[in-house]
């Protein structure tokens, strides 16, 4: 079934019930949401010239228009396909180059991707006449038929090259997370709303389907973003707020609210996930916010939908394994089924270490354009996540660690290699490795150790410029370590678990 069907649905029970709002100002009515989603596809059909199956890029900060095209894209049979706002037009560029997205739909506050990309045909601002004229086309289009492994989501996620890689997200995939959301994390009525304070081209996204599906509204911030003072506004002016925020949001709200003591009776559901939320954090944080929280742990592989660890959880204070279960990720989703697995795919015993193993309808189709990476990821009819933990005797699952060397800052993954190389394009740079430092605020920043070329005296500000040139300014490194020698084993290959004690050292030797 088309997602779209969810909101022609809820359009024709609940027309006037407000669907989108920026801010406090209702922005559309359901029936005039599903009105300009099915404009939006007569005119991607008739004006645009595309097919069912085509790809329709969004690079795109938070606003009203990103789930009119969402759902426009959907309801006329087409893939979105989401990129993080953060990133380098550059790396948009290739994101749109690759998944052969035909048109792109962006808003004036980010640099636009080039002309350089072979496959697209139109660039549309959502603020400009233009749009406009496309999403009140006359003589809109029924729903385009969709199969269940139909392409709908086409998440760009960086792999352990640095490279990013297409991950194919279906109709069914996506179904069975908004599923999951209403058996795992939360209910949802058509009086409740979401906040989308977290990125649309992420997790904050994609649960706009279970709210659709619930006639609930979605809620753009004015600001576009995450504002601490904002979100408490919001959630004094709505009804049953739930929002999700990655661990480090989460703690900016804390430490807002014990400065500023809010009124947070309207709000009912924080979920976080993203990144790895410490105990002492999520202790604090409900010392401060109250029992609102929800956990969930997932990829882009399979979407927000691997483990959830519930409210009833976070408050089950009197269970003899509390704290244990509270420094876990909880237990598998409704639809999922979670294994614990050694190099062989052999599943192993509750408390033993190895790799986290999903098997399940929300797990993705594969990965686009590249073969050989779904058929190594999807062995078996098992996601190999490459994050390594260990479950429970009560299925609750522990991660021990993410995959090697992921660094993940803000709710943000980095890779080093992708650091690494842009580099290394310096002549002054013989040798460089890229780790994750702790930080009290982000959970990690990135830092770099160079090695210089012979009679190289390359600094900090030029290699800055270096990154600046080609990645996202939240990529960068926020530190520098120029060192003679890369620590490395016998085989040549850098030891980081060296150099990641190096700088733990630092922070303990003032």
Same mark, same amino acid.
């Given at each position: 079934?088309?997602?779209a069907e969810l ?213 753009v911030p004015e ?99 509390? =704290?244990?279960?509270?420094?876990? +990720?909880?237990? &598998?989703? /409704? @639809? #999922?089924e979670v294994r614990?697995? %050694? ?101 990690? =920043?990135?830092?770099?150790?160079? +090695?210089?070329? &012979?009679? /190289? @005296? #390359?600094?900090?500000?030029?290699? %800055? ?46």
């Amino acid at each position: 079934m088309n997602l779209a069907e969810l909101l022609s649905r809820a359009a024709r029970v609940f027309p006037d019930h407000p669907a989108i709002v920026s801010g406090t100002r209702v922005h559309s009515s359901y029936e005039a949401f599903a009105r300009r989603a099915a404009s939006l596809a007569a005119s991607f059909r008739d004006e645009l010239e595309l097919s069912p199956g085509d790809r329709v890029g969004l690079f795109m900060t938070n606003c009203p228009q990103y789930l009119e095209v969402l759902w426009g894209a959907w309801w006329a049979g087409l893939a979105a396909v989401p990129i993080n706002a953060k990133l380098h037009s550059r790396e948009a560029e290739y994101i749109l180059e690759h998944s052969g997205a035909r048109v792109c739909f962006v808003t004036d506050d980010l640099p636009p991707p080039g002309g350089r990309i072979a496959t697209l045909e139109r660039l549309i601002d959502v603020s400009s006449s233009e749009y406009r004229s496309l999403a009140a086309r006359d003589g809109a289009q029924g729903i385009v038929a969709a199969a269940p492994d139909d392409l709908a989501w086409l998440f760009y996620t960086s792999g352990t090259t640095g490279r990013p890689k297409g991950v194919e997200i279906t109709h069914r995939n996506l179904m069975t997370m908004a599923l999951c959301y209403f058996a795992d994390v939360d209910e949802v009525t058509h009086g409740d709303c979401i906040v989308h304070a977290a990125p649309m081209s992420h997790g904050s996204g994609i649960y706009c389907v279970p709210h659709v599906l619930r006639a609930a509204k979605q809620v753009v911030p004015e600001s576009g973003g995450f504002d601490t003072g904002e979100i408490y506004d919001l959630a004094r002016a709505h009804e049953g707020v739930a929002m999700f925020a990655a661990p480090t949001m989460v703690k900016r709200l804390v430490d807002h609210a014990r400065s500023h003591p809010p009124r947070l009776d309207n709000l009912k559901t924080v979920v976080y996930g993203g990144g790895p939320m410490y105990l002492a954090d999520i202790h604090d944080a409900i010392a401060v916010m109250g029992q609102r929280f929800v956990q969930i742990y997932g990829q882009g592989e399979s979407p927000m939908t691997i483990t959830a660890l519930s409210k009833w959880h976070h408050a089950n204070v009197g269970h003899p394994r509390h =704290e244990a279960r509270l420094a876990s +990720v909880g237990v &598998a989703q /409704s @639809a #999922v089924e979670v294994r614990i697995a %050694d190099e062989n795919d052999v599943p192993l015993p509750p408390g033993e270490t190895g790799e986290i193993l999903v098997r399940g309808d929300s797990v993705m189709r594969g990965y686009w354009a590249n073969s050989d990476a779904s058929a190594a990821t999807l062995a078996n009819g098992w996601l190999h996540t490459g994050d390594v933990g260990s479950l429970d005797q009560d299925g609750f699952l522990t991660l021990k660690d993410r995959s090697k060397d992921l660094i993940i800052s803000g709710g943000s993954n980095i890779y080093p290699r992708e650091v690494e190389e842009v580099l290394l394009r310096h002549p002054g740079v013989a040798e460089v490795s890229v780790v994750g430092r702790a930080h009290p605020e982000w959970g990690e =920043e990135v830092v770099a150790f160079v +090695v210089r070329a &012979a009679s /190289s @005296a #390359v600094g900090e500000r030029e290699l %800055d410029t270096l990154c600046l040139q080609h990645i996202a300014r939240f990529k960068r490194p926020k530190a520098y370590r120029f060192v003679d020698a890369l620590p490395k084993n016998n085989y040549g290959k850098v030891l980081k678990t060296e150099l990641r004690e190096r700088l733990a050292r630092e922070r303990t030797d003032f």
